[in-house]
């Protein structure tokens, strides 16, 4: 096989750039031996030259000149790992109108501006491929993609963030702090540069995003996404969580349901959520990521592996280098097909069954005033447990499956009870 050289212009070197770098060096004989492809990373731009980077690499290929990089008629593949919206769009569209190939591992840029670069990739003819957008180290854009295009697909659910698989983790199994589970996911590298992005469900929503795109061929944005974080968990939940035989995940939920008008409808969310023991999901642990994808014909999927860190994530981007720099050599260029504009299903119309903690004055008669106002709401209970605290009571509830509309006019008439002190905790619950 003769042997092509590609070159390829790096935007960013931190902790995904770097580890890419290394690797790509590493594998390059193996690569060259499998397809006769000779990858090297021969420019990179960064903000700040003069950093000591220890990557296995000319410092004369460092530039801060981004712009340039991504014209150079010596660059054949640009790779995008700088993170943010600008100018990494600017950066991806200047490149694939260059008819440059892009890969990349940005959520945020492709769940705001994906339908758009992905229409220039194909104007222009080359691939933007961007496995490592989506839960680090685990192939599950190609196989929704490819493997899974004619799969009457239902729903996908998802821990698709590792830092707050981290944090939640540490919390449960090592009773560590949440801020210092979440200072030691940022020093592992795992965290976005503004970790809110991961606390608060914003990457796992850009995520979700992508995830109903490609799995729906519909457009589905970040702001379609409901999402709630885990900034509010608290190891007392976790312990609550634990003694009715259920963990605490960050969930990506997306599903195809039927509207009221009888049409189909894409919901889209992220919420923490109790998962009971006994679920596959529930053993996923640490900067772990797992995906399950529910299929009409396949049945249940499910893919596993790490989500989060440089050296997972450089692993997913190097499979797409060498696609990229393949299609390119053929010149050809995979396509995400035809997106249909998405009916976004409002959170208002989601049923789930739900854990509520509630404190209340500890007397005869409480009980029953609090479970009236549930079933005044078309709530049920499906279970209860009750904890002395003194004079105080903790009644820690699941429902049986609700509508997110009853279950939320329920809590101000909950609250609304003399006997009731407070309403803490209001978690998802799957399985039921
Ligand atoms: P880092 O913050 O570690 O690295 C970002 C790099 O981009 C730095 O080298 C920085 O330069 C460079 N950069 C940022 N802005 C500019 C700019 N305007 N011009 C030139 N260079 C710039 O981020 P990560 O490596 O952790 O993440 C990169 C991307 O990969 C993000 O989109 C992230 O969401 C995604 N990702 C990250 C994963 C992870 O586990 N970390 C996993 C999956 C995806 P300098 O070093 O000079 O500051
Ligand atoms: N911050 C992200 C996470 C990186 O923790 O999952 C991987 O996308």
Redesign the pocket.
């Known amino acids: 096989m003769e042997t092509s050289r590609i070159r390829i212009g790096l935007?960013?070197?931190?902790?995904?750039?770097a580890a890419l770098v290394s690797l790509v060096a590493e594998r390059r004989g193996e690569v060259e031996r499998r397809t006769g492809l000779d990858l090297e990373v021969t420019r990179i731009?960064?903000?700040?030259t003069a950093?000591d980077r220890d990557v296995p690499v000319d410092s004369a290929a460092f530039t801060?000149d981004?712009a340039a990089l991504v014209v150079d008629p010596e660059v054949d593949v640009v790779v995008e790992?700088?993170?943010?919206i600008e100018?990494a769009r600017g950066l991806v569209s200047a490149a694939l109108a260059a008819g440059k190939p892009v890969v990349t591992?940005?959520?945020?840029l492709l769940a705001n501006h994906g339908a758009e670069l992905y229409g220039a990739a194909e104007a222009a003819g080359v691939d933007l491929l961007f496995e490592?957008?989506v839960a680090?180290a685990i192939p599950i854009m190609r196989p929704l993609r490819e493997s899974l295009s004619g799969e009457p697909i239902k729903r996908v659910m998802g821990i698709v963030n590792?830092t707050t698989n981290f944090i939640l983790s540490r919390m449960a199994d090592d009773g560590a702090s949440y801020a210092d589970a979440l200072a030691e996911a940022q020093s592992l590298?795992?965290a976005?540069?503004d970790p809110t992005a991961d606390v608060e469900g914003f990457d796992a929503g850009a995520k979700a995003a992508i995830i109903a795109t490609v799995a729906f061929g519909a457009r589905v944005v970040a702001g379609d996404v409901y999402h709630e974080g885990i900034s509010g968990i608290t190891v007392a939940d976790i312990e609550f969580a634990a003694d009715l035989r259920h963990c605490i995940k960050l969930l990506a939920v997306v599903e195809r349901t039927t509207a009221s008008d009888g049409g189909s409808q894409i919901g889209v969310r992220v919420h923490p959520t109790l998962v009971p023991l006994d679920h596959p999901l529930a053993s996923v642990r640490g900067s772990f990521n797992a995906v399950f994808v529910e299929g009409g014909a396949a049945g249940d999927l499910m893919f596993y592996g790490r989500g989060?860190?440089?050296r997972p994530?450089a692993s997913a981007m190097l499979g797409d280098l060498i696609d990229a720099a393949c299609n390119l050599r053929q010149g050809h260029a995979a396509s995400i097909g035809v997106l249909e504009r998405a009916r976004i299903a409002p959170i208002d119309d989601v049923t789930s069954a739900f854990y509520l903690n509630v404190e209340v004055d500890d007397r005869p008669g409480v009980l029953a005033q609090v479970a009236t106002v549930f079933g005044e709401h078309g709530v049920s209970i499906r279970s209860m447990e009750q904890e002395g605290l003194g004079g105080e009571a903790r009644l820690v509830f699941i429902t049986h499956a609700a509508r997110e509309r009853d279950l939320r006019s329920t809590l101000p008439d909950l609250r609304s009870l003399d006997a009731v002190r407070s309403v803490g905790s209001v978690l998802r619950v799957i399985g039921d």
């Open positions: 935007l960013g070197c931190g902790h995904v750039g731009a960064v903000r700040n950093l801060t981004a790992v700088m993170g943010g100018p591992a940005n959520k945020e490592a957008a680090g590792g590298g795992y976005e540069r989060a860190g440089g994530t």
